[in-house]
Nanobody, 129 residues
Framework: QVQLVESGGGLVQAGGSLRLSCAAS????????LGWFRQAPGQEREFVTA????????GYADSVKGRFTISRDNAKNTVYLQMNSLKAEDTAVYYC??????????????????????WGQGTQVTVSS
């Protein structure tokens, strides 16, 4: 059983930055693909970004390109989401998700919330305008 715990959320002014962390326990972290998703009130959960087991980003949502960066530290069993130039529309609960996924994975899988096996409880990010 894999447990994921997000942290780092909070209240920030527009234009500011936050770094989210997601610490994993259980399983073999270096084998995981990891994704960040977000859900704003009244909206569906949406893909933000993901990273494969080799540490390569698999893409970003258009709305966050150039502002957000995903990274991972296998020694710490942690994936990060650096968020810069935050906007009010980035306000949401941010979730990390994982799936053991070595080898070649069709790129579209990373964008699908249903593809991931484990989820964290989420961390709230609120950006004031």
């Amino acid at each position: 059983q894999v447990q994921l715990v997000e942290s780092g959320g909070g209240l920030v002014q527009a234009g500011g930055s936050l770094r989210l962390s997601c610490a994993a326990s259980g399983g073999t972290f270096s084998n995981f693909a990891l994704g960040w998703f977000r859900q704003a009130p009244g909206q569906e959960r949406e893909f933000v970004t993901a990273i494969n087991w080799r540490g390569e980003s698999t893409g970003y949502a258009d709305s966050v390109k150039g502002r957000f960066t995903i990274s991972r530290d296998n020694a710490k069993n942690t994936v990060y989401l650096q968020m810069n130039s935050l906007k009010a529309e980035d306000t949401a609960v941010y979730y990390c998700a994982s799936r053991a996924a070595l080898g070649l994975v069709p790129a579209y899988n990373y964008y699908r919330s249903s593809w991931y096996t484990y989820w964290g409880q989420g961390t709230q990010v609120t950006v004031s305008s």
